[in-house]
């Protein structure tokens, strides 16, 4: 069963207390591990993977939970005002107060980073044995500054560093995303490249051969770096960043339902 309307999560403290809203399904089966996912950067609880999966976790009984990131969705916040710390606090909170037992976490482009940054701070806490298994689609890990800074030309540099932010195209939105200099420097607290990083569980990554976003070499770093834990790659040659074909969908839940 789930509820017709998003329901809503009081997340963080003070003046950065706010409203996250989530859609949970409560599983008719317990054998199964319940699913997060967590969605990318600019989309929602209500993108075609996301639905697609909910269809798929009624069909099978099982239970998921979806939410969208401050400034996201029907969430509180200004998209513009979002940061890593940020969408990770809002990720942490939903897990812990919305499911039971183990769950596979699976994400999408930033979801796959996020994704990986929770699986370390349930780690710290003694709480990496809630997750049953991990998907990561076209992981953006340290998007902030692999694959924005990085990208970015001397003109948009100095532009963000003095007005405070940049307009960055993008083919998902017409006016584009508005990037914010706190989202560049608070990213630089939460870099996974350049040690050994830990999905605590195993892992399955589905890459598209054919992204612009996050190019396939980046998944080949980041199964580079995951060297503690079981991870298979699956690099799709013709596949794009949002891999929401159905081709490329029937993939993503044969990959979730791997670990049930």
Same mark, same amino acid.
């Not at 789930?2 to 309307?5: G, L, N, P, T």
């Not at 950065?16 to 989530?22: F, K, M, S, V």
């Not at 008719?28 to 969605?39: C, E, H, M, S």
């Not at 699976?106 to 930033?110: E, P």
């Given at each position: 069963m789930?509820?017709?309307?998003p329901?809503?999560?009081s997340?963080?403290?003070?003046t950065?207390?706010?409203?996250?809203?989530?859609r949970?399904?409560?599983p008719?089966?317990?054998?199964?591990?319940?699913?997060?996912?967590?969605?990318g950067?600019?989309?929602?609880m209500?993108s075609?993977?996301?639905s697609?999966l909910?269809?798929?976790?009624a069909?099978r009984?099982?239970a998921l939970?979806?939410f969208?990131?401050?400034?996201?969705?029907?969430?509180d916040?200004?998209?513009?005002?979002?940061?890593?710390s940020?969408?990770?606090?809002?990720?942490? *909170? !939903?897990?812990? $107060?919305?499911t039971d037992?183990?769950? @596979?976490v699976?994400?999408?482009?930033?979801g796959?980073?996020v /994704? #990986?940054?929770?699986?370390?701070?349930?780690? *710290? !806490?003694g709480? $990496?044995?809630?997750?049953?298994?991990? @998907?990561?689609?076209?992981?953006?890990?340290?998007f902030?500054? /692999? #694959?924005?800074?990085a990208?970015?030309?001397d003109?948009?540099?100095?532009?963000?560093m003095e007005t405070?932010?940049?307009?960055?195209p993008?083919e998902?939105?017409?006016?584009?995303y508005?990037?914010?200099?706190?989202?560049i420097?608070?990213?630089?607290?939460?870099?996974?490249?350049?040690?050994?990083?830990?999905?605590?569980?195993?892992?399955?990554?589905l890459?598209?051969?054919?992204d612009?976003?996050v190019?396939?070499?980046?998944?080949?770093?980041?199964?580079?770096h995951m060297a503690g834990?079981?991870?298979?790659?699956?690099l799709?040659?013709?596949g794009?960043h949002?891999?929401?074909r159905?081709?490329?969908l029937?993939?993503?839940?044969?990959?979730i339902?791997?670990f049930?």
């Open positions: 789930i509820h017709d309307e329901q809503f999560l997340v963080g403290e003070g950065a207390r706010r409203r996250i809203a989530y949970r399904r409560q008719a089966r317990k054998d199964l591990p319940g699913v997060v996912w967590l969605a950067f600019g989309s929602d209500a075609t993977k996301a697609v909910d269809a798929h976790c069909e009984g099982q939970l979806r969208d990131y401050s400034g996201h969705g029907a969430s916040g200004r998209f513009e005002d979002g940061t890593v940020l969408w990770l606090e809002d990720a942490l *909170a !939903a897990i812990r $107060a919305e037992g183990r769950v @596979v699976a994400g999408s482009s930033m796959g980073y /994704a #990986l940054l929770v699986a370390r701070a349930l780690a *710290a !806490a709480e $990496a044995g809630r997750l049953a298994g991990m @998907v990561l689609v076209a992981p953006a890990v340290d902030t500054e /692999a #694959l924005m800074w990208r970015a030309s003109d948009e540099r100095r532009e963000l405070g932010a940049w307009t960055r993008s998902y939105s017409h006016s584009g508005r990037i914010a200099r706190a989202l420097e608070d990213g630089r607290r939460h870099l996974l490249f350049g040690a050994t990083i830990r999905s605590h569980c195993p892992t399955r990554i890459q598209g051969m054919q612009p976003d190019p396939y070499r980046h998944a080949l770093t980041l199964v580079e834990d079981p991870v298979a790659l699956t799709i040659k013709d794009d949002r891999l929401s159905p081709q490329d029937a993939l993503i839940l044969e990959a339902d791997s049930t």
